[in-house]
């Protein structure tokens, strides 16, 4: 089995498919590598890195992935454009909205997977790349607010005076906000945390922050089986909304995270709410890929909103790229290895997998996973 690794092609994009770590781990199962020569750079692996792994460095995308079998990507190829027919492709795919994308990958042969729809079983858990990547973002979000921050975190007690700590509101608590809130406490950080799934208030309670919520019977059967959060009533998020307006005016950094796979993310940060923040607070929205948590977000840039500074950046893992490289990097060759045939050491996909089935998007020149292929005349639209 031929591997190709490609380096990533979009703005900001600063992370890698593969580390020397994981190369040499495919190695071992009796694959050929081949890396873009630069790929591992802006995450501080270098060429020579790879080499010293037993890859072979490729000059360019064709060269690397002409003749590969499986082809490893951050990010969904912006085009099909030397990847060879029926060759695999593994990466963060958001397929979302990006139907079209998906229609001309099929139409280029490729077998495409998206590590983002990986199920939440015991046994992906080492595959969940939403879950090391937002780990990173939340531990991320809180050093960017705080260099940011034109104060101390911590409460500093000095011959001339005390230092107040910094208060650190984290909206939504699942894994990003679990770690903003828990690095936000290293600090030194007093830190609340709101969420809407039930679980969360005790997991917030643990890491020593206080939950504000809004606790009626809604909230109470807000969580999916899957363990994601429910989009709420209009009548709930008007509450939840009031109350955390009356406490958001007292903070000094606000991170929101909240996201529906799929969604819009749902606005949490009314104009009104940052207008009553103190000048020289902080906000950072983690969801503004798909639109933003907060009133006033510009994607990648940081908007002052009457000295209110909103941070914005769509790819915060990708600013901690070395750590988020590894992670991810690990998640793929989890995700990899059980498809790799022991015996002939060939990739073999098997639709039968649990895994796989949920994963795979493209195959054999159709889009064939359930939620973006085409319905038949009569079944409505896309599930």
């Known amino acids: 089995m031929k591997i190709a690794v490609l380096g990533e092609k979009t703005a900001g994009e600063a992370r890698v498919a593969a580390t020397p770590e994981t190369i040499k781990k495919f190695i071992g199962k009796g694959a050929e590598v081949a890396v873009e020569s630069g790929a591992g750079l802006r995450s501080g692996y270098a060429d020579e890195d790879y080499r010293s792994a037993g890859a072979t460095i490729a000059g ?4 690397a992935a002409g003749d590969a079998d499986l082809i490893l990507c951050v990010r969904r190829p912006e085009s099909a454009d030397g990847l060879r027919r029926g060759a695999a492709v593994v990466a ?6 990006h139907e079209e994308a998906l229609k001309a990958l099929a139409a280029a042969g490729l077998s495409t997977f998206a590590l983002e729809l990986v199920p939440r079983i015991t046994r992906a858990q080492v595959m969940d790349v939403l879950s090391s990547q937002a780990n990173l973002a939340g531990y991320q979000a ?14 500093m007690m000095t011959a001339a005076g005390t230092v107040p700590a910094a208060r650190v509101f984290v909206m939504g608590a699942g894994v990003a906000g679990l770690q903003a809130v828990a690095t936000a406490r290293r600090l030194g950080a007093v830190v609340s945390a ?6 969360a208030k005790e997991q917030v309670a643990s890491l020593g922050a206080k939950f504000i919520a809004v606790e009626d019977e809604e909230f109470k059967a807000a969580e999916t089986a899957g363990g994601y959060a429910k989009e709420m009533s209009a009548e709930y998020r ?3 909304a009031a109350l955390v307006a009356e406490h958001i005016a007292k903070q000094d950094i606000v991170i929101t995270t909240a996201l529906i796979p799929g969604r819009p993310a749902p606005r949490l940060v009314s104009g009104e709410m940052v207008a009553s923040m103190r000048p020289g607070s902080v906000i950072v929205d983690l969801a503004v890929e798909r639109g933003g948590n907060v009133e006033g977000v510009v994607p990648d840039q940081v908007a002052d909103v009457g000295g209110v500074r909103i941070m914005g950046y769509v790819n915060m893992p990708a600013r901690i790229a070395a750590s988020a490289s590894a992670l991810l990097a690990r998640n793929i060759y989890a995700f990899v290895e059980p498809m790799i045939d022991p015996a002939t050491k060939a ?5 039968d997998d649990e895994i796989v089935a949920a994963t795979l998007l493209t195959h054999d020149g159709a889009v064939v ?6 319905k038949p005349a009569g079944e409505g639209g896309q599930g």
């Open 60 to 63: 360019s995308v064709a060269e």
């Open 92 to 97: 963060i795919m958001d397929p979302y909205g």
């Open 194 to 199: 709101t969420d809407v799934r039930p679980a």
């Open 347 to 351: 990739l073999k996909i098997n639709r």
């Open 369 to 374: 996973h359930p939620r973006f292929a085409e």
């Open 238 to 240: 008007a509450k939840q």
């Open 142 to 155: 809180v050093i960017e607010a705080a260099a940011l921050f034109g104060r101390a975190m911590p409460m």
